[in-house]
C-alpha cells in the first residue's frame, strides 16, 4: 500500500534531505507532491522524475496521504490543520504544534507508543532528538535525575544561506580580507556565538527552552535541563556535552555496552586512540554518535557525554521518515 505523498517545503535544506532519505530508504511513495508557499513552477527531482513544485495554496489535499511539513511555523500554522482536516497524517518538523498536549512529539526508538491515531505529528527540534536518544537508554535503566547540555550547533540549523556565508567569512579571513557578518550579527568563521535564536525567560534562548520543554515532553518527566545553545562554524551536524545525573548508580562500562545496544546509536568511544564522535564523521548518517563516556570526579551518579548527530538527517529528515515507517507498520 504505496503511500500518495506530499513534501511541503520541498526545495529548503530539510525538504531536500527528505526527498533523499525516501529515495534511500525506498520507502513505498505510489505519488509524490512537492508544495512550497514560493519557487513554484520550479522543478524538483525524484527517483529521476522530475517533479514540479506546486503552491502550497493549491494542494489537493484530499488525493494525498502523508504530507511531511518542513517548512516556516506560519506555513505549518496554516496549511496543517487543513490538511489533517482531509484526512491527510501531517509530520511537522516545524515547531508550532510540539508543545500542544494534543500534538504527540515523536522519536521513534525513544516513544513512538504516543502516535495513537494522530493526524498531526510533531517530530522536535535536532538539538532535542540527538539528546532524547543517548539518554533513552539511561533514562530505563538508571532514571533520570537533572541534564545539563551545552550545544554546539551547524550553521546548517539556521539554513542554506547561513552555510553560505559560513564559506564566504571563511575565504575572506583567510585571504585577511575584512569579513562583512550577515546571517548572524558577529562573524561566525574561526567564531563561536554563545546563543542560537532568540531570547526568552530567564535569559535562555528559544533553542534552549525547545531542549528543555520537548525533552520534558517525551520523557513524561519534570526533568530539570539546563541548557546552552551555541553556533559553532561547522556546516553540517550538532555537537552536544551532555552532563546527566543518574538516579541510581552505574559502572561505566556498563553504560557504554548499554549504549552499544541501544537502538539509533554508535558509540565511538576510544579517545586515547582519537575514536570519537565527530560532527564531520557524523555527517550524512542516520545514527547518534556517542562518546567521551566518563563519570563526573565530584557527583556519585554524575555521567558525561559528548552526543553528535547530522541536524538535517537523523535531527529532522530522517526522524519524520522514521515516523512514516512506523505508521506504514500499523496501517499494513
Ligand atoms: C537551529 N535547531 O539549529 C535550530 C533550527 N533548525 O538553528
Known sequence: NALRIA??????????????ILEERNTPV????????????????????QVPVQSV??????????????????????????????????????????MDPTVPLVVPEVNAEVIGDAR??????????????ALEPLRQRYGLRRVIVSTYQA????????????RHEAAQTLAQEPVTPSTYPTP????????????????????????????QKIFRLELP??????????????AEAVYVE???????????????????????DDPEHGIVPTPLEAAGQDLVFVGRIRRDPFIAQGLHLFVVADNLRKGAATNAVQIVETLEERWS
Open 7 to 20: 513534501v511541503v517545503g520541498a526545495t529548503g535544506l530539510v525538504g531536500q534531505k527528505i526527498l533523499e
Open 30 to 49: 505510489r505519488s509524490l507532491v512537492a508544495l512550497a508557499t514560493e519557487g513554484h513552477g520550479r522543478f524538483i527531482e525524484f527517483r529521476g522524475q
Open 57 to 98: 495554496d493549491a494542494a489537493h489535499w484530499d488525493e494525498i496521504d502523508v504530507a511531511f511539513f518542513a517548512a516556516t511555523n506560519d506555513v505549518s500554522r496554516h496549511y496543517a490543520p487543513l490538511a489533517t482536516a482531509h484526512g491527510v497524517t501531517v509530520i511537522d518538523k516545524s515547531s508550532y504544534f510540539r
Open 120 to 133: 498531526l505529528i510533531a517530530s522536535p527540534n535536532c538539538s532535542t532528538i540527538q539528546m532524547v536518544v
Open 155 to 166: 550553521v546548517s540549523g539556521t539554513g542554506r544561506e547561513a552555510m553560505e556565508t559560513l
Open 188 to 215: 561566525i568563521a574561526f567564531n563561536v556565538l554563545p546563543y542560537c535564536d532568540k531570547f526568552g525567560d530567564l535569559d535562555y534562548t528559544g533553542e534552549e527552552w525547545k531542549l528543555t520543554r520537548e525533552t
Open 225 to 238: 535541563v539546563s541548557a546552552t545553545a551555541v553556533r559553532v562554524p561547522v556546516a553540517v551536524s550538532h
Open 246 to 268: 543518574l538516579e541510581r548508580p552505574f559502572e561505566v562500562d556498563e553504560v557504554r555496552t548499554l549504549l552499544r545496544e541501544a537502538p539509533g546509536i554508535r558509540v565511538v
